[in-house]
């Protein structure tokens, strides 16, 4: 059965950390270029972070760039962000995204809010 599930995300103080995992299964993990995106209220999906496969090379967006860092185990299926000295603007919804040629699979998202 094909899934991505979102965990991880919650409620954060300013200049606190957050580790979002996104477990998959139903299709061959390994092969596929694995990201992060998120989407604030009123604004669209955006990419944060993305890791290739096979390299693992990772690239982020500007706007999290040193306060962010993606890996992935492929013996678990799963792909991880990890996300420092929070802001406020980094409040959204996370979602785990896995594409492979024209094949694109979303997860259902997970809720990142930033606030004191």
């Known amino acids: 059965q094909l899934q991505l599930v979102e965990s991880g995300g919650g409620l954060v103080q300013p200049g606190g950390s957050l580790r979002l995992s996104c477990r998959t299964s139903g299709f061959t993990f390994s092969r596929y270029d694995v990201s992060w995106y998120r989407q604030a209220p009123g604004k669209a999906r955006e990419l944060v972070a993305i890791?290739?496969?096979?390299?693992?090379?990772?690239d982020y967006a500007d706007a999290v760039k040193g306060r962010a860092t993606i890996s992935r185990d492929n013996d678990s299926n799963t792909v991880y962000l990890q996300m420092n000295s929070l802001k406020f603007e980094d409040t959204a919804v996370y979602y785990c995204?896995?594409?492979?040629?024209?094949?694109?699979?979303w997860g259902q998202g997970t809720q990142v809010t930033v606030s004191s």
């Open positions: 995204n896995a594409q492979w040629l024209a094949i694109t699979y």
């Open positions: 890791i290739s496969a096979p390299s693992g090379n990772t």
